[in-house]
């Protein structure tokens, strides 16, 4: 295509440089994935339940848009075929609103479900095959619903030939418009589709999938949080008014999509802004981009004092010479304004019609005509909305152009990740039928995307453990000081500390192993085909644990009471636990619990020797004799300090990691001694449904101190690692995040 020289820029010395564009391609990828039995596509089965129930919702949405409850209402009972339709009766209204609100938490369920399969199987993928199966399944239920629901009142509408002819007559009409609003009825149940699957994103998923995967695949996730996902072919004017902008539908319409897409290519052709190897390829990547709008025009109104703001005007007029010459400007202004007269005057008049009504007086006429006929509403609105866009001069016209081109450039990206996602679904085998299933899971082919309580019992197999021992400091002279008060020990005990730790157990699916005197030892167990947050989960219990008791120290010390201090120590096990019975009580054999005790440790010495040590932390570990000397035995030349704090074993550190997503989170924090050095993380822990647990774990190297003064005398390789239980620390982090956006 060749250039237009009026477009072409040079550059002088006082001109900013060209324009930097960001280009995107989109890409759903299943890599890493079996395909099916026809090996062309992956086989995938949902939820019986899910699909079910969803059907039903979906069912009695569109019975709600369509307005025809009060025709299925008046059915003969029909007994139900195949289980495909759930229920023979769509219900009254309101039964439809309450129907339409377990659809969030229905798709919540499945969609997290799958997550935290990807998370057990360590595969990414199935999260995104399950979403993509999950599309496509709505999508086709759209259209089956309303095939379905439209029979239904045909079936309706005959039982009353011959008999009541008005009733009769008042149906038919009903029935007739139902059909005729098909495409209507069809987009709103779509939007509110769409609407649920962004809530449920927004509110919990998103969260979830970050904590488990980190941010490597948002780019793919974007597609699902396209509006055009339930149009038939990414072209309905009502969606583009409300989110883009009209275009146009027919071929003689100038605004036409591949016409529009024709003048922007040409414009961006014309700019010089690069020799790529593929122009056409990235051109098309730049239209991707709506920030690049921005870069190109501006908003409209450019600061002409900087060169970067005159090269703005210089490539705003030429956009807009472009679209004079097509005479398109003048449909651009008429898709804007058309906007706000579609709650007043449509569905009875087309988008389209109110649009060119605003700049064709054969179509105003039209239009007029069928307001005069409605005889509801008033012409005034369109009149006012015709001299607006009449008078459109100057500037103003300058900021529509450049909103046009952002707009735009934003729908022509949904549009080609509408595309991305269409190819995806074609990649799907949605398996209804149970021979085939069963064929598919013989030859370990099928996915299957259950809810929760349909998971198999053979999936409740222990495959890893943590075990978390909260220990009590100094219990001895605790015990002592409540006696000589003449108070009793055992229930300052079990009011303050065991009974409020008992309460959290059930939230993180923890048990009590056993209680000793002045500690508890608690354990979560790992399944198979969960999601693997057992270390995770263990964190947040500590970090509750120890808020909880510091609640209840500010009550105690208020009463003049001695308060409790902790220590607690969180060891990882990648297998089950063993047991021996003692009569009917099981005891369990884990070496975890050995170490956990460890962790859980506080030398009297060295707490004495860290009084007059000003840090943020609350566990510390130091060895007293060089690597050398350490040998086979290191434990046995390690002091441990432990004070309110939460120390987690190496393998529990790394087995975190793979965990959740973690983040380095450097902060400047004062250090007990020179040469010290540590590092942050901090990520997200899903503990139930919509509830996300922020954690910083710290890890440093190991000092070499001399026994005897304290003295650091140099840096072990050997690293130890504590969840922060320092509130400071957490109020630091956030502060740095809020200032950084």
């Known amino acids: 295509m060749p250039r237009i ?57 569109i019975v709600r848009h369509g307005d025809v409850e009060g025709l299925l209402a008046t059915e003969t009972p029909q007994p139900r075929q195949g289980g495909h339709f759930i229920g023979s009766n769509a219900g009254p209204k309101s039964d439809a609103k309450s129907g339409a609100y377990e659809l969030k938490p229905l ?41 379905q629901i439209l029979e239904r009142c045909r079936m309706t509408l005959k039982s009353y030939e011959g008999v009541r002819q008005q009733k009769a007559l008042e149906y038919r009409e009903r029935v007739a418009a139902f059909q005729v609003a098909k495409r209507v009825i069809l987009r709103k149940t779509g939007q509110e589709l769409f609407r649920t699957l962004r809530e449920i994103e927004k509110e919990t998923l998103a969260r979830t999938r970050r904590s488990l995967f980190g ?37 003689r319409d100038p605004d ?45 109104t450019v600061d002409e004092s900087t060169p970067e703001g005159r090269s703005q005007k210089t490539r705003l007029a030429a956009w807009l010479g472009l679209l004079d010459r097509e005479k398109l400007m003048e449909y651009v202004v008429a898709s804007y304004e058309a906007v706000p007269l579609l709650a007043e005057y449509s569905p009875r008049i087309n988008a389209q019609q109110l649009k060119n009504a605003l700049i064709s007086r054969e179509e105003r006429t039209r239009v007029e005509k069928l307001i005069v006929e409605q005889g509801k509403v008033s012409p005034e609105s369109l009149q006012t909305a015709i001299q607006r866009v009449a008078g459109c001069r100057g500037a103003e016209r300058g900021k529509i152009a450049a909103r046009f081109l952002r707009d735009f450039m934003r729908y022509h990206r949904d549009l080609r990740n509408l595309g991305a996602l269409t190819s995806a679904m074609d990649n799907v085998n949605l398996i209804t039928n149970e021979k085939m299933r069963q064929l598919s899971a013989m030859n370990g ?103 909880i008791v510091r609640g209840y120290n500010q009550l105690l010390e208020r009463a003049g009471l001695p308060g409790i201090e902790l220590g607690v ?7 089950a636990p063993m047991y021996l019975m003692d009569g009917e009580q099981r005891i369990m054999i884990s070496d975890a619990l050995n170490e956990s005790d460890r962790l859980s440790s506080c030398s009297k010495r060295v707490r004495k020797s860290m009084k007059a040590i000003d840090t943020p932390f609350n566990v510390y570990a130091f060895q007293t004799v060089s690597d050398a000397d350490v040998e086979d035995s290191p434990d046995d030349f390690i002091l441990k300090y432990n004070l309110n704090g939460i120390r987690i074993s190496e393998a529990a550190f790394q087995r975190l990691k793979q965990e959740i997503s973690l983040e380095l989170s450097p902060l400047d924090l004062p250090k007990a001694w020179e040469g010290e050095e540590f590092h942050l993380w901090s990520g997200l822990v899903p503990v139930g449904n919509d509830i996300f647990r922020k954690i910083v774990v710290r890890g440093t190297r190991m000092a070499q101190i001399d026994p005897h003064n304290f003295s650091v005398q140099h840096w072990t390789e050997r690293w130890y690692y504590e969840v922060c239980s320092n509130p400071a620390i957490d109020a630091k982090l956030e502060g740095k995040a809020a200032a950084a956006k």
């Open 107 to 147: 798709l919540a369920q499945v969609h997290t479900a799958a997550l935290n399969r990807a998370k057990a199987e360590g595969n990414p993928s199935l999260d995104v095959l399950a979403r993509v199966a999950i599309i496509k399944f709505l999508r086709i239920e759209l259209g089956s619903q309303f095939a």
């Open 445 to 547: 082919t099928l996915y299957q995307f259950l809810l929760p309580e349909e998971q198999k019992p053979s999936e409740e197999k222990v495959v890893r453990h943590v075990i978390v021992k909260a220990d009590v400091r100094d219990s001895s002279r605790l015990t002592r000081s409540l006696l000589e008060r003449g108070m009793n020990p055992a229930s300052y005990f079990s009011l303050n500390f065991y009974d409020p730790v008992n309460k959290l157990l059930s939230k993180y699916g923890a048990s009590k192993v056993f209680l000793e005197g002045d500690a508890i030892i608690l354990t979560i167990l790992e399944r198979e085909a969960e999601p693997g947050l057992a270390v995770g989960r263990a964190a947040v219990l500590a970090r509750e644990i120890i808020e």
């Open 215 to 251: 941010n490597s695949n948002d780019e793919q996730y974007k597609l699902f949080l396209n509006p055009l996902i339930f149009t038939a072919d990414g072209c309905d004017a009502y969606v583009n008014a409300e989110q883009y902008v009209m275009l146009g539908n027919f071929d």
């Open 5 to 61: 020289p009026i477009f072409s820029f040079g550059h002088t010395e006082e001109e900013a440089a060209p324009p930097r564009l960001t280009g995107y391609t989109p890409s759903l990828s299943l890599e890493g994935l079996q395909l099916g039995v026809d090996n062309l596509r992956h086989d995938v089965h949902l939820s019986p339940k899910f699909v079910a129930l969803t059907r039903s919702q979906i069912s009695r949405l």
């Open 569 to 575: 120590g969180i060891s990882y096990q990648d297998s």
């Open 256 to 300: 036409r999509f591949p016409n529009v897409r024709r003048i922007a290519y040409e414009f961006l052709q014309s700019l010089n802004l690069g020799e790529e190897a593929d122009p056409e390829r990235a051109i098309n990547a730049w239209l991707n981009v709506p920030e690049n709008a921005q870069e190109l025009i501006g908003s409209g």
